[in-house]
């Protein structure tokens, strides 16, 4: 049985995600990435700056085949200012390349859609500053 198209499209975000490095021109290395966790805190052996990906919504769009797929990415940092640049460097990774190259090609999928940004400041006793951001992709399905 091949692998379900949504599940596709989280692994070759998260693939792009890792991309992220200071090596490949971007602000800041990103350290860590996990999946479907809550990223309130940094678990044992996580290194900051960190992302956790968390689906929201996968929802028809009104076209046949056709479903929008919403992750709320939750970012941690050390700084404020260090989740200035995990931002610019997420947008960068995301918007770089027109009709979304860095999906497989196989998959049929539109440009990622980027929403708002929120910050969280630290809140007492935390070492961690928190960034949500939610991404959009919106792909074709078609039934076997």
């Given at each position: 049985m091949t692998t379900p198209i949504p599940t596709r499209v989280i692994s070759a975000l998260t693939a792009r995600l890792a991309t992220i490095t200071v090596a490949n021109g971007y602000h800041t290395t990103l350290a860590t990435i996990r999946i479907g966790q809550a990223a309130e805190e940094p678990q044992a052996g996580d290194a900051l700056p960190m992302v956790n990906l968390f689906s929201l919504t996968d929802e028809p769009t009104g076209t046949m085949y056709q479903y929008r797929r919403t992750v709320q990415l939750e970012c941690?940092?050390?700084?404020?200012?260090d989740l200035d640049d995990l931002l610019d460097d997420l947008r960068r990774a995301l918007l770089q390349f027109p009709g979304t190259r860095w999906l497989p090609d196989d998959l049929e999928a539109e440009d990622p859609e980027i929403g708002?940004?929120?910050?969280?400041p630290h809140y007492p006793g935390s070492t961690t500053a928190a960034l949500f951001l939610t991404v959009s992709l919106t792909y074709h399905y078609h039934p076997e």
């Amino acid at each position: 049985m091949t692998t379900p198209i949504p599940t596709r499209v989280i692994s070759a975000l998260t693939a792009r995600l890792a991309t992220i490095t200071v090596a490949n021109g971007y602000h800041t290395t990103l350290a860590t990435i996990r999946i479907g966790q809550a990223a309130e805190e940094p678990q044992a052996g996580d290194a900051l700056p960190m992302v956790n990906l968390f689906s929201l919504t996968d929802e028809p769009t009104g076209t046949m085949y056709q479903y929008r797929r919403t992750v709320q990415l939750e970012c941690l940092a050390a700084t404020t200012t260090d989740l200035d640049d995990l931002l610019d460097d997420l947008r960068r990774a995301l918007l770089q390349f027109p009709g979304t190259r860095w999906l497989p090609d196989d998959l049929e999928a539109e440009d990622p859609e980027i929403g708002a940004a929120t910050f969280e400041p630290h809140y007492p006793g935390s070492t961690t500053a928190a960034l949500f951001l939610t991404v959009s992709l919106t792909y074709h399905y078609h039934p076997e």
